[in-house]
């Protein structure tokens, strides 16, 4: 966003002094952006810095590894689930120190059913809840029943690799100060459009933002999807995280970046383990995403007004002022894309000739996780990040400004819809 308002004003800049029609007003908000933009470029720069100093550590000799309970919640989820256990159960990991535990938050299908079938042919731990209370409900039941020394969150959508699990607890056997590991999300369902930009994207979130972040011990948010947490202080923070308001309300989205916000108020490291990797479903389908990003979006919004509310504290011993200045950013960047979104529109409808600057843009800035993409995964699909990039310009460019307006909103948005199949019968036999 920095790089596409920077490239955007410094563009304005040009156009209005080659054609001799801007007015001092328009200068000083071409200028605004611009500096906004070289900040962003600056940014940039000290995370691309950041990023290689980053090296994830590597998984410790078996016999160090610790005992662990990996906590997997579904609603709705049907045959996948029992495919998660599976993956999990199958891991290059001792199974006298592995432990699953399955929570099924009363879902209207037969997930109830695939999870039971996989507790007699895996040995996994069933919970069933009786009625349907949320995400955050259903991983403080798993954690209720955890064993070992590491707790391992893993989405019902999600299948690990034979490694994954060895890899990410390698950072808390290394160093009691690290409170959380988060693991890198890939994308299952790589078919279709969406799927593939998708991928991009979560390359570039994962493998570049994170990976700077946890160079400071400051991954801001680890995933649902696969994270890992030290379960001495998961006990201590998980009733009030269990318990959290927001505006009055319960909290019943952002469970994975509330649970973040506990580890790093208490001064602990977070970091990311890039040789973890999960793979999860996507939506494949543009509603699907709007849902999705949106969730995101308002999660992001009131996490961020809760990571400021200790950031400028002394949270922690070392580290502050970059951990400070990468939340600024954030926070600026978050504040900018509400106002960029009605201004944009405004400029184009006034003056048409901005929009072919404004694709310009979007492409020169879909650029950096494209090239990242290239060199880490396929070099033959990165393409699919410019398409991202013009998508997230002129199709969901106007979601933060939305989260922006509505944090206080609390629903799931994208709860997984009971699947009217006859796999029922197929989970029972």
């Known amino acids: 966003m920095a790089i596409a308002a920077g490239l955007v004003g410094l563009l304005v800049i040009i156009v209005h002094r080659v054609t001799s029609v801007a007015s001092m007003g328009d200068d000083l908000v071409g200028l605004a952006l611009g500096m906004f933009g070289l900040a962003g470029f600056a940014i940039l720069a000290w995370r691309m ?55 099924d938050d009363g879902s209207q299908d037969d997930t109830a059913q695939w999870i039971e079938r996989a507790e007699r042919d895996f040995g996994a731990t069933a919970i069933l809840c009786a009625k349907n209370r949320g995400k955050r409900h259903a991983l403080y039941e798993g954690f209720s029943r955890a064993q070992g020394e590491v707790v391992v969150t893993v989405d019902s959508d999600s299948e690990v690799q034979a490694d994954t699990l060895r890899n990410i607890v390698a950072p808390l056997a290394a160093n009691p100060n690290v409170g959380a590991v988060a693991g890198v999300v890939r994308v299952l369902n790589r078919k279709g459009a969406i799927p593939r930009m998708l991928d991009v994207s979560f390359t570039y979130a994962f493998e570049f933002i994170r990976a700077s972040e946890s160079v400071l011990g400051a991954v801001v948010c680890c995933p649902g999807a696969l994270s890992a947490y030290r379960r001495s202080v998961l006990e201590d923070v998980k009733d009030e995280w269990l318990n959290q308001r927001i505006f009055g309300q319960p909290a019943n989205i952002g469970e994975d970046r509330a649970l973040t916000n506990q580890m790093l108020r208490r001064g602990l490291d977070v970091v990311l383990q890039s040789n973890a990797p999960v793979l999860t479903k996507v939506p494949t389908q543009f509603e699907g995403l709007r849902k999705m990003l949106l969730r995101w979006a308002r999660s992001n919004v009131r996490e961020s007004m809760i990571l400021g509310s200790f950031v400028f504290g002394r949270f922690r011993d070392n580290r ?82 939305w989260a922006l307006l509505t944090p206080h909103r609390t629903g799931w948005l994208t709860r997984r819809k009971p699947e009217r199949t006859g796999r029922r019968a197929a989970a029972a036999a």
């Open 320 to 401: 502050r002022w970059a951990i400070r200045l990468l939340f600024v950013h954030h926070a600026i960047a978050m504040v900018f894309a509400g106002f960029a979104f009605p201004m944009t529109i405004a400029a184009i409808v006034l003056h048409p000739p901005v929009l072919g600057w404004l694709v310009l843009a979007s492409l020169v800035a879909a650029s950096v996780p494209s090239a990242i993409y290239a060199t880490r995964r396929r070099p033959e699909q990165c393409l699919w990040g410019f398409a991202y990039g013009l998508l997230s310009t002129f199709g969901i460019s106007w979601i933060t400004p």
């Open 49 to 103: 810095k950041l990023v290689m100093a980053y090296r994830p550590l590597k998984a410790p000799p078996t016999e160090e590894l610790p005992e662990l309970t990996v906590v997997v919640p579904a609603y709705n989820e049907g045959r996948q689930v029992y495919d998660t256990i599976a993956s999990i159960v199958a891991s290059a990991y001792p199974r006298d120190r592995l432990h699953v535990v399955a929570v």
